[in-house]
């Protein structure tokens, strides 16, 4: 790994995590509304016969109501959970939120075991939470590379989820980093 591209993704989450913390609740209750009501008008949203959706952090815009809206709509609705014997990601469906969903290893909503995996490239639609965004489609993560592995078995269309405030002119990248489809923000939908 190049030590200056490390050193420039530590630099430039900080600067978006402190940017983050400005944003009032209020303003980031909208901008979620704004953003889920947004990608609701996307054809590969509305297309999409299976997706593959993750539960928010605190600082990231809350998609949710996404999964009542997938569910209701009929799509086959997965989110992710961490396979401590690979240490990665895997998709699994989710039927019944109330009964599918608990804390997982990272304090991160996520199916539990009972859940079915579905295969990664059997995923018509990503979304993909990330730190923070370019016009071009690389994505900035938490730093541990467990998307960018899950991104890599993905054959439908990816698509990272900001808020305005994530989208920066260029992201430092390295080899094993990968290019999303599309970026969602409250008020712009991006296709590099």
Not at 21 to 36: G, T
Not at 121 to 146: E, H, I, S, T, W
């Amino acid at each position: 790994m190049d030590a200056d591209t490390q050193k420039a993704k530590v630099g430039l989450r900080k600067t978006i995590r402190a940017a983050l913390k400005k944003i009032s609740p209020q303003a980031r209750d909208l901008a979620a509304a704004q953003l889920c009501a947004r990608l609701k008008e996307q054809k590969f949203w509305r297309n999409a016969a299976s997706v593959l959706l993750f539960a928010p952090l605190p600082e990231e815009a809350d998609i949710w109501p996404l999964l009542s809206a997938s569910l209701a709509a009929g799509k086959l609705s997965t989110l992710p959970r961490f396979d401590s014997t690979t240490n990665r990601y895997v998709a699994c469906r989710i039927k019944n939120p109330a009964r599918d969903i608990r804390t997982g290893k990272f304090g991160i909503r996520e199916p539990t075991g009972l859940c079915n995996i579905v295969p990664l490239n059997r995923l018509d639609f990503v979304l993909v939470p990330g730190v923070a965004f370019d016009l071009q489609g690389r994505r900035l993560g938490r730093g541990k590379g467990f998307y960018d592995q899950l991104l890599e078995d993905v054959r439908g269309v990816t698509c990272g989820v900001a808020f305005d405030e994530q989208i920066v002119a260029e992201i430092p990248v390295e080899p094993h980093d990968v290019r999303l489809h599309c970026i969602l923000t409250p008020t712009r939908w991006i296709e590099p």
